[in-house]
């Protein structure tokens, strides 16, 4: 169906919106938003509105870009970037619920479900197909890798690497296995996140130092594992680790 634009709504000049949009009474799309095809904002939504930043300069030329096939639940906010020129980005296919708050220069990765009341401060970094659990606080420049799940409640201080559960303030849980069966990952791939994780959290010494020598030693060369190790190489803060220290084979 053609792009609707319910009674009520606000779609400002100079936004853009792809094909079989549906913005619900209430929404209000600003002028720095572009939307993909068949994206729904629903009421009370605001998308494009300035970042919560007392530096900022309402004059800026900063913009937000959603993903094609993005639902944009009640009440959720997703604020444009600080600096000129600059986005806060939310991929393809990604559910935003109730209440969720995108800061200003987030980058959401696609199929990431972020659910009602989660808090996204600025410049967070989300990978593909994460799961944010209900009310969920993520602070500032943190990262949350790709297929992390973190539980409802969680305050994030800390980076999550890939793949990878976490809880309460910080904690690590282990790796996300259920997750990554549903996935369709590879039995032999999942045996070698579980060695690079022993590894990871085993080995004594700085953490991002283990990471860069277990890539160089070539033993995992499995796509995925070799993204897991890059991740700790990144970042500007440090990465969480296992809640009851070095997590055995019976906690994986």
């Not at 039995?187 to 860069?212: D, H, M, S, W």
Request: net charge neutral; aromatic share 6%; glycine share 12%.
């Amino acid at each position: 169906m053609p792009t609707s634009i319910h009674p009520t709504a606000i779609v400002e000049s100079g936004a853009e919106l792809g094909a079989d949009c549906v913005i619900h009474a209430y929404a209000i799309v600003r002028q720095w938003a572009i939307l993909g095809d068949r994206v729904a904002v629903h009421p009370f939504s605001v998308v494009g509105g300035d970042p919560q930043d007392l530096k900022f300069v309402s004059t800026t030329r900063s913009f937000v870009r959603i993903g094609s096939d993005t639902r944009i639940r009640e009440g959720v906010t997703v604020n444009r970037a600080t600096d000129e020129g600059h986005w806060t980005v939310v991929g393809d296919n990604c559910l935003l619920m109730a209440t969720a708050h995108v800061a200003h220069d987030c980058t959401v990765g696609r199929d990431v479900v972020v659910a009602n009341a989660v808090l996204l401060a600025g410049h967070v970094e989300v990978g593909d197909h994460a799961i944010l659990g209900g009310g969920a606080a993520i602070h500032q420049f943190c990262r949350v890798g790709e297929r992390a799940m973190v539980a409802g409640g969680t305050r994030a201080t800390l980076d999550y690497p890939p793949f990878c559960l976490a809880a309460e303030r910080d904690e690590l849980i282990g790796l996300n296995l259920i997750g990554l069966k549903r996935s369709g990952m590879e039995r032999e791939t999942v045996l070698q996140l579980k060695e690079a994780y022993r590894a990871i959290y085993g080995t004594p010494g700085n953490i991002r130092e283990v990471a860069a020598q277990l890539l160089a030693g070539g033993a995992f060369a499995a796509p995925p594992v070799q993204q897991f190790l890059r991740f700790f190489l990144a970042g500007k803060r440090s990465v969480a680790r296992p809640r009851r220290g070095f997590a055995g084979a019976d906690e994986l």
